[in-house]
């Protein structure tokens, strides 16, 4: 069971759902941090709906509660034949911003931690759902297979881990 933090209270029953699953089946080195902010240079801060500290990285999470069949790929994304947003992108462009903040303040010669955006899609509580990625590695999972892809190692098998 992670350990689970949360910055304020999750907005819909697909984030409780996914923050509950997450909490009980991630490893108890892991930790949740849940209804984040990430600050921007500009002062701004970008809502994240969870950050999972792992053994090999950050991870940013989107959670989405989409149910039925949806068609994902790198720039479109359609469920049940109608056009939605690609949540992949944000969640990808917080990591890189996350990414950007954490590298400075690391010390020289340590690496700064992999951060990766992820795309939670849980159907009605894990129910309900079907997922076709036009490309096999995009990072979007459904709860079959979530705490799998939290779970792998990542791009780090030339990088020196600092947890």
Not at 21 to 27: G, K
Not at 137 to 150: E, N, R
């Amino acid at each position: 069971m992670a350990k689970q933090i949360s910055f304020g209270t999750p907005v819909n029953d697909a984030e409780r759902w996914a923050f509950s699953m997450l909490a009980d089946e991630l490893p108890e080195n892991y930790i949740l941090l849940t209804n984040v902010e990430i600050p921007t240079k500009s002062g701004q801060a970008m809502e994240v709906d969870a950050l999972v500290i792992g053994e090999w990285g950050v991870y940013v999470v989107d959670v989405k509660g989409y149910i039925g069949r949806l068609d994902a790929g790198l720039h479109a994304w359609s469920l049940d034949g109608r056009q939605v947003d690609n949540s992949l992108a944000k969640a990808n462009y917080v990591a890189r911003v996350l990414a950007g903040n954490v590298k400075h303040k690391v010390p020289v010669g340590v690496y700064a931690p992999w951060c990766q955006g992820m795309v939670f899609v849980t159907g009605r509580k894990g129910e309900e759902i079907e997922l076709e990625k036009q490309q096999g590695s995009l990072s979007i999972y459904t709860p079959t297979q979530i705490v799998q892809a939290l779970t792998k190692e990542w791009g780090s098998l030339h990088r020196t881990n600092i947890w």
